[in-house]
């Protein structure tokens, strides 16, 4: 996903996912992490907050993108398909 269009996710996790309140929120430029190639990700500090997962989980398929937990991390970022995704 481009810059612009993160920004616009967090926006909407913050209006619409009030389970953020406190929570470590980080936007990765690409190459930030060596995962992706040319596109931000969404980093979201939480631990297994079901709520706060379901809720980025739902903003995140409607604007197309995929969602990965990793190691108390909740990732957004955009899904190619036959990439291999290892975080």
């Known amino acids: 996903m481009n810059r612009d269009q993160a920004v616009g996710v967090i926006k ?3 209006e619409q996912c009030s389970q ?3 929570k470590s929120i980080k936007l990765l430029p690409p190459n ?3 995962a992706l190639a ?3 990700q ?3 500090q939480t631990k297994d907050d079901d709520i706060l997962q379901s ?3 739902r903003i995140a398929k409607e604007h ?3 969602v990965k937990r990793k190691r108390g991390v909740f990732i957004v ?3 190619y398909p036959n990439v291999n995704m290892s975080f």
Do not use: Q
Request: proline share 0%; hydrophobic share 50%; glycine share 12%.
């Open 12 to 14: 909407l996790i913050f």
């Open 20 to 22: 953020i309140e406190g």
């Open 32 to 34: 930030a992490n060596g």
């Open 38 to 40: 040319d596109t931000f």
């Open 42 to 44: 969404i980093h979201i």
């Open 55 to 57: 809720c980025v989980a």
């Open 64 to 66: 197309g993108l995929a």
């Open 77 to 79: 970022y955009k899904h």
